[in-house]
């Protein structure tokens, strides 16, 4: 298969910092839209990747998916898309296209396992996949988003992420009008879920540890914000709401939020803290209480999520950097320094007079 050399930033082991590097990526086969990357949210998976932490990372390796840009070359049988459009590529690249769930659009649930954007196996060149810190990236059409025309680039990318993260749960457990939905954490993908939960139509409860955030929040759109650390206030909530996204990934108390769900109510994790939370079985039985998880969503709900940001004009609160700013960048999100999203400007990376 013809190979074109790109460059890209990445690390070469668990310890080394993320330097310059020269990758290969794929000519457009006939369903292939090759894409100039504009911008690229940093995620705290690619931290997590980089540096090895939830183990298996393939070395060198590229983090980054959330990805938007402009089609510069396709396939001879690329029909959804043309010349000149600008797309979105998230954490998935491809998927088996057969199993029950992928032909349910559950591409994310792939059985034997999607092709996520990078350190995956990939198909065409033998080799891992790698990420959106890049030039370029080559992508089927199937798994490539539209962007629609009103959302700022930038802000959009992280959507392709933080947003369906928090977008899919909301949607599944029927968020809307007349429910008082809980979110747990107010960063990356909390501060979307206020969002879009509120443009959902729902009451919003922000629980945050930081009084620090209360104006934040309530700036985000949530109609009350509770101080976690204060058993009163977490009181006056006690069998209160319907639904609870919990976008936290430290170490929590999980049967405190349960405690807040009326019967029948549903807390869904979508942070993922790295030691298991104890849950007591009297937190689910007595209110016949649901706790369940929820990764990233499908392709079709993808673009469903993006169409809704579009008609109700939410993006992600980002702060920009250049590529050359993404080790500090990851030691600044170890500290929940960043208000809520960093975002790579490819443009001086991808304009830069070197070699690969």
């Known amino acids: 298969m013809n190979q074109t050399k790109v460059r890209a930033y990445g690390t070469e082991s668990a310890e080394a910092p993320l330097n310059q590097l020269s990758i290969s990526r794929r000519a457009a086969t006939p369903h292939d839209v090759e894409i100039e990357i504009a911008y ?42 043309k010349l000149g459009d600008m797309v979105g590529v998230g954490c998935m690249v491809d998927s088996c296209r057969e199993c029950q769930y992928c032909k349910e659009g559950l591409e994310q649930y792939c059985e034997p396992g999607a092709t996520q ?125 319907h639904f609870i996204l919990d976008a936290v990934s430290a ?42 998880g929820s990764m990233i969503g499908g392709i079709a709900e993808t673009q469903e999520m993006l169409d809704f940001c579009g008609e109700h004009n939410i993006t992600s609160d980002i702060e920009m950097i250049d590529i050359e700013q993404i080790n500090e960048a990851y030691e600044r999100l170890l500290k929940g320094d960043v208000r809520y999203r960093f975002v790579i400007d490819m443009s001086a990376f991808r304009n830069e007079k070197s070699e690969v």
Not at 163 to 181: A, E, N, Q
Not at 185 to 201: D, F
């Open 40 to 81: 690229c949210g940093v995620c705290h998976s690619d931290l997590h990747t980089a540096r090895n932490e939830w183990h298996g990372t393939v070395y060198p390796c590229v983090p980054g998916h959330e990805i938007v840009g402009k089609i510069v070359s396709l396939g001879d049988h690329v029909s959804k898309f």
């Open 251 to 292: 170490q929590h108390d999980i049967n405190a939020y349960l405690a807040l769900l009326r019967v029948d109510g549903s807390l869904a994790l979508v942070g993922a803290p790295e030691y298991p939370l104890p849950v007591s079985a009297f937190s689910l039985i007595p209110g016949r209480k649901s706790l369940a």
């Open 117 to 241: 954007t990078y350190n995956s196996p990939d198909k065409h060149l033998g080799t891992q996949t790698y990420g959106g810190y890049s030039e370029r990236i080559v992508v089927d059409e199937s798994f490539v988003l539209r962007i629609p025309a009103n959302l700022d680039l930038a802000a959009t990318a992280p959507l392709l992420c933080a947003g369906i993260t928090t977008y899919s749960p909301l949607k599944h457990w029927k968020v809307g009008p007349g429910m008082k939905v809980g979110i747990v954490g107010i960063g990356g993908l909390g501060h979307m879920g206020i969002k879009i939960a509120r443009a959902m139509g729902a009451h919003v409860v922000a629980f945050t540890t930081s009084e620090s955030k209360f104006a934040e929040a309530k700036r985000l759109g949530a109609d009350e914000v509770v101080l976690s650390k204060d058993d009163k206030q977490m009181a006056a909530f006690h069998g209160k709401l």
